[in-house]
């Protein structure tokens, strides 16, 4: 029970004093490019299945 307290106090006085915390503009940059290249990545997925999809009709037009 001691070594979980003194774990928990010492994650506690990590998390507070030796943690560099990202900064409101640094959160909304990374925010906007994770944002950006998860529309293109959707894009790019969607595409295939179109591609795909249409590749499957010519081959087999009765499905």
């Known amino acids: ?4 307290g003194r774990y928990l106090k010492e994650t506690f006085d990590e998390l507070v004093n030796k943690v560099t915390w990202p900064s ?3 959160l909304q940059s990374s925010v906007i490019v994770v944002s950006i290249a998860s529309l293109i990545i959707a894009l790019i997925v969607w595409l295939m299945d179109v591609f795909f999809s249409w590749g499957m009709g010519l081959m087999f037009p009765t499905i």
């Open 1 to 4: 029970m001691r070594r979980l």
């Open 24 to 26: 409101a503009d640094d």
